[in-house]
Nanobody, 119 residues
């Protein structure tokens, strides 16, 4: 059974940093590209970032480019999202996804972790 479990969310001040993790199991993690998406309160899903199987290629949405960094550790079956210079507009539930088609067509999604950016 494919499982994706996000962690690391929480409350952070504007300008702060946070690193999210996504622990994967039930499949060969290193064979799949992965992505992060988010959903702000009352809004639809927004694609955040994607990473290729070995991490050599990454892409970012315009709203997070230069502030967020996606990475993966295939030896630990874990995906990461390092977020810096956070702003209130980054407040959302963050989900990791396993991709079936690059760069953002998914087949499995985790349950999400809440990130709140507030003074």
């Amino acid at each position: 059974e494919v499982q994706l479990v996000e962690s690391g969310g929480g409350l952070v001040r504007p300008g702060g940093s946070l690193t999210l993790s996504c622990a994967a199991s039930g499949f060969t993690f290193s064979k799949f590209p992965m992505s992060w998406i988010r959903q702000a309160p009352g809004k639809g899903f927004e694609w955040v970032s994607s990473i290729s199987t070995q991490g050599g290629t990454t892409t970012y949405g315009d709203s997070v480019k230069g502030r967020f960094t996606i990475s993966r550790d295939n030896s630990k079956d874990t995906l990461y999202l390092h977020m810096t210079n956070l702003v209130p507009e980054d407040t959302a539930v963050y989900f990791c996804e396993r991709l079936k088609t690059w760069p953002n067509q998914y087949d499995y999604r985790g349950q999400g972790t809440q990130v709140t950016v507030s003074p």
